[in-house]
């Protein structure tokens, strides 16, 4: 049984290790965004899509496309921020409330890239609780493989290349 719990963790692990790093690229792209410009826009559609699996509902996305105009040119954009699994959790019929057809929204947009826009700038705490939940499973998993000196070693570098990384965003975005 051991064997067959630690075989089913070797191939779950880089499942973990890269949501791991999709969360922690969320957060600081969020945090990026908190320094965009903005500009107004309009919702052009707005719809939450089922998926079926026979008769029970698989899968729910919210399809949406936003226009904003940047330097004369129209522009189209789909992200409403940059959560990265909090909107699992929530109610994408509540999100499509929000943001209905026609409706004239704020659009914030990179500068140096304005093809890259949010209808909602920053982070949610849920991403930030996510990421160390996946630290600790990823930390978990290299214990069962690792010595605990050598993944306290590598779990202390991964921690401060975050925080070098996150405190440039940070320093960008109060510049």
């Given at each position: 049984?051991?064997?067959?719990?630690?075989?089913?963790?070797?191939?779950?692990?880089?499942?973990?290790?890269?949501?791991?790093?999709?969360?922690?690229?969320?957060?600081?792209?969020?945090?990026?965004?908190?320094?965009?410009?903005?500009?107004?826009?309009?919702?052009?559609?707005?719809?939450?899509?089922?998926?079926?699996?026979?008769?029970d509902v698989a899968k729910e996305?919210?399809?949406?496309?936003?226009?904003?105009?940047?330097?004369?040119i129209v522009r189209e954009g789909h992200q409403v921020g940059f959560e990265s699994f909090s909107w699992f959790f929530g109610n994408l019929d509540k999100l499509?409330?929000?943001?209905?057809?026609?409706?004239?929204?704020?659009?914030?947009?990179?500068?140096?890239?304005?093809?890259?826009?949010?209808?909602?700038k920053g982070t949610k705490r849920a991403d930030a609780i996510l990421l160390c939940v996946l630290a600790l499973v990823d930390v978990?998993?290299?214990?069962i493989y690792i010595p605990l000196t050598p993944v306290l070693i590598l779990l202390g570098v991964a921690v401060i290349i975050f925080l070098v990384f996150l405190f440039r965003q940070l320093k960008q975005t109060h510049v």
């Open positions: 049984m051991l064997v067959i719990i630690l075989a089913l963790l070797t191939m779950a692990s880089p499942v973990f290790f890269y949501g791991t790093f999709y969360v922690a690229r969320g957060i600081l792209r969020g945090l990026r965004s908190n320094g965009w410009a903005e500009t107004s826009g309009e919702i052009l559609f707005s719809k939450v899509e089922q998926y079926h699996r026979g008769k996305l919210l399809q949406l496309s936003y226009s904003y105009m940047i330097d004369g499509a409330a929000k943001y209905p057809q026609n409706q004239q929204v704020t659009v914030y947009y990179d500068p140096q890239q304005p093809e890259n826009a949010v209808l909602e978990g998993i290299l214990l």
